[in-house]
């Protein structure tokens, strides 16, 4: 299935501007005027929403607390580092070193003895090699088609990428795409996402008409409706959002900034696949350069019945 109903997020306890990440993600800006107790806890303040808003909608939330040390200003985005999928963890190579910190065992411990886990695949050696491959910020995945696409960039390796695709047994799909600057864009899911029957992307983004057309053609094959966004709303975040199943039908979950920048004719394109849930997060999405879809890891196996 391409949409899961079950997800864990992680409570922030010092999410601040990262200055390690901020040479390969120009979606981060710092706030000048607030100390870094008071970014926290308007961070908290947009964290609870969303674990609330979740709830609401029929979601089963897992929430683990950032712990006070070290110290982590990434730690609300956990699906960098681990995916969870048909009973196999995925660790994965972070490329920024306080960043790699944010791998706990605890939390590994936790889905081990209440999910059916067949195995753990940890890609950290990697690092040591500056190969980084950042989970499914990295890598789109296309459960239902078994197709993966990423967008290359210093934290999405290429050779790494196809090997675990293949490991996997997905079909690899990697492409370059760069934002209005020019610069490569950090995440593919900043720019790409697929819910079920459709996907978000910025074909704008992907300069190489090769690799364009491709991934077009991948996406066609596998009956998704093209919805197409513009860089600017990239800029807002418009590709960040992620499909739930939840009792009442399937949910996307996006932030209010991403909403915000969409057209009504985009809104009824996605609306005849799913209900859009709106959340203000931005603070996190200006402090951190992430939003919705990054805080939320999703649970792709069955959970133990005790």
Not at 83 to 93: A, L, Q, R
Not at 104 to 116: T, V
Not at 259 to 269: E, V
């Amino acid at each position: 299935m391409q949409s899961t109903n079950s997800v864990f997020l992680v409570q922030p306890y010092s999410f601040s501007f990262n200055n390690e990440t901020a040479a390969s993600n120009t979606f981060q800006q710092k706030i000048e005027n607030l100390l870094e107790e008071e970014i926290n806890n308007k961070a908290l303040v947009e964290f609870k929403n969303l674990t609330s808003t979740l709830i609401e909608n029929g979601i089963k939330v897992h929430v683990f607390k950032d712990t006070a040390t070290p110290k982590k200003p990434d730690a609300i985005f956990p699906n960098n580092w681990i995916s969870v999928s048909d009973g196999t963890i995925i660790i994965y190579p972070m490329c920024n070193i306080n960043r790699r910190i944010e791998k706990r065992i605890a939390i590994i411990h936790f889905i081990k003895e209440n999910y059916l886990i067949k195995e753990v695949i940890d890609l950290s050696v990697f690092e040591k090699e500056n190969k980084f491959l950042e989970g499914t910020g990295s890598i789109v995945f296309d459960h239902e088609n078994k197709k993966a696409y990423a967008s290359l960039s210093p934290r999405t390796n290429k050779e790494l990428f196809t090997e675990l695709a293949q490991q996997l047994n997905y079909q690899p799909i990697s492409f370059k795409s760069y934002d209005k600057n020019g610069a490569l864009i950090y995440h593919t899911n900043v720019m790409m996402n697929i819910g079920d029957g459709f996907a978000v992307i910025c074909l704008n983004s992907i300069t190489n008409i090769e690799e364009k057309t491709r991934v077009i053609n991948e996406l066609q094959d596998s009956n998704h409706e093209i919805i197409d966004i513009s860089l600017a709303q990239v800029n807002h975040f418009a590709g960040n959002m992620l499909t739930l199943q939840s009792p009442k039908g399937k949910i996307v979950v996006l932030s209010q900034n991403a909403y915000n920048s969409l057209t009504q004719a985009q809104i009824r394109k996605l609306e005849n696949y799913c209900t859009l849930i709106p959340i203000d997060v931005n603070t996190i999405e200006t402090i951190g350069g992430g939003s919705v879809r990054c805080m939320v890891a999703e649970l792709f196996t069955k959970k133990i019945i005790n």
